[in-house]
């Protein structure tokens, strides 16, 4: 296939909107503010436009299979879904499907998960084994990944032990995630995040446990899908109740090696605004169904909504974060979302989301998109949530046991995603297009992509 080229403008600074910058609300702080909220990276991105057909074509989707699925570090499941020797966890990316095992030593090891008789996948679900055993004929593999049993022995003289070891991938681990690497030519995962640990650092998300998770199939490509939350540029189109809260266009983007980060302020008012809320509409904004609607918080006269969410949402962690009286308010209050290439998307501070798209098996229209809370807990960590799966036509709201009132802002963005899936496949022109500034982190996306499919 002949690859459709990106479309480049010169790297460098552009304008900003109007309003606060983030490093102005930062400025307010009365606590210390850390430093990698300080941080700004250098504007080296050129790319700007994407040819559609990277988001349609069958031929583009076996290229990332290739050059991307199997060749990077990816999320594949937390440390916490294997904790027992003997627990197994299915990872599938397009059509491979990989086994995390928590061994008797208590290492995790991946396996390509794929019977080395007959091929039969060896684990249809996640559980608890003291073995590997196939379905199909019986033959079985130590938790280790050494061959165990075959079953009537004699008959397969021309089997040698060795060589049937099921074959391993790379696993790493970081933050409480199990990150696999399928090629064996690999760097480190450490390298690999370069400074992505400093910057959690002070939200150490090992520390937290799987309250939540969802996963949904939509009816678009996984790129097109992830690219929804990856900018705030579509709150003012998308989600105009928050206007009054959000200082959407005001977001702050950075992009660094591997992994870029948007910082968006809430309970500050939209630049998009032609009317001035007060710091009640700002509240209710966030809080409250609707505008309109009877407050759920009140904002006292002395304090800004933003101080006021600060300090609420420092008494809700107060029990489980021994380090929440020295977070400043803007950590308490914003969302500060993190992109790991190619599809993890750990959100920073308490914000609690973090976000996995991936295709669907080989289909390039379709994804797999998947909602995890992480939450703070004291004492014992409870129990990891299990994967609650929504169908293609299951709405969000099937999903609001576990994200309140969050649902419906995941269903206005999945409104979208479908519409945009039948747009780029009947377009008549050649590329989508992406801001200098708002798009900061797709472009860097594209740029790695980019440098993978040609690596
Ligand atoms: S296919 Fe697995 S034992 Fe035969
Ligand atoms: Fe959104």
């Known amino acids: ?74 999320f ?97 681990t970081w933050g409480g995630f199990v990150f696999i690497n399928m090629d064996p030519h690999c760097e480190p995962l450490s390298n690999f995040l370069g400074d992505l640990p400093n910057h959690f650092e002070r939200w150490p998300l090992e520390k937290r446990y799987k309250e939540a998770h969802v996963a949904k199939l939509m009816r678009c490509n996984w790129k097109a899908n992830q690219e929804a939350f990856m900018e705030a540029y579509h709150v003012v189109g998308t ?42 509409d700002q509240i209710n904004s966030m809080m409250s169904a609707s505008l309109d609607s009877p407050p759920m918080f009140n904002v006292p006269e002395d304090m800004t909504a933003r101080q006021m969410l600060g300090q609420m949402t420092r008494m809700q962690l107060q029990n489980t974060v021994p380090s929440v009286q020295s977070l400043t308010d803007s950590e308490l209050s914003d969302s500060f979302y993190y992109s790991l290439f190619p599809n993890f998307h750990p959100w920073a501070a308490y914000n609690r989301i973090v976000y996995r798209f991936r295709p669907y098996g080989n289909e390039p229209d379709k994804a797999i998109m998947e909602v995890i809370y992480l ?12 994967v609650h799966w929504l169908d293609f036509d299951e709405p969000w709201s099937n999903a609001s046991k576990e994200f309140g009132s969050l649902s419906k802002v995941f269903a206005q963005d999945s409104y979208n995603l479908p519409k945009v899936q039948k747009g780029l496949a009947a377009a008549n022109h050649s590329h989508v297009t992406f801001a200098n500034y708002q798009e900061t982190k797709i472009r860097h996306f594209h740029s790695l992509l980019e440098k993978h499919i040609n690596a």
């Not at 909220?37 to 250098?42: C, G, K, M, N, P």
């Not at 977001?251 to 809320?277: C, G, I, K």
Request: negative net charge.
């Open 239 to 280: 989600h105009p109740q928050m206007l009054a809260g959000i200082g959407d266009a005001n977001t702050q983007y950075d992009a660094w090696d591997t992994f870029s980060r948007a910082m968006t302020p809430n309970m500050t008012p939209s630049p998009h605004l032609t009317w001035e809320p007060t710091q009640q």
């Open 76 to 172: 594949a499941c937390r440390e916490e879904d294997i904790p027992e020797a003997g627990d197994h966890t299915v990872y599938d990316i397009a059509d491979m499907s990989i086994l995390c095992v928590r061994g008797p030593d208590m290492q995790i090891r991946a396996f390509h998960n794929v019977c080395l008789h007959r091929g039969r996948a060896l684990k249809d679900f996640d559980g608890r084994s003291d073995e590997l055993r196939c379905p199909f004929h019986g033959w079985s593999w130590n938790l280790d990944g050494s061959l165990k049993e075959i079953p009537c022995r004699w008959d397969f003289p021309h089997v040698e032990k060795d060589e049937y070891e099921l074959p391993q991938v790379k696993v790493g």
């Open 1 to 74: 296939m002949a690859i459709e080229p990106l479309i480049e403008i010169p790297a460098g600074e552009g304008p900003r909107s109007s309003g606060l910058s983030y490093q102005d609300l930062l400025d307010l702080e009365t606590r210390p503010v850390p430093e990698t909220l300080r941080e700004q990276s250098a504007r080296e991105i050129p790319v700007v436009k994407v040819p559609i057909d990277r988001y349609t074509s069958r031929e583009f989707h076996d290229l990332e299979v290739e050059k991307v699925w199997k060749k990077v570090w990816q």
């Open 375 to 386: 939450s703070p807990y004291q004492g014992t960590r409870p129990s990891p949530a299990k």
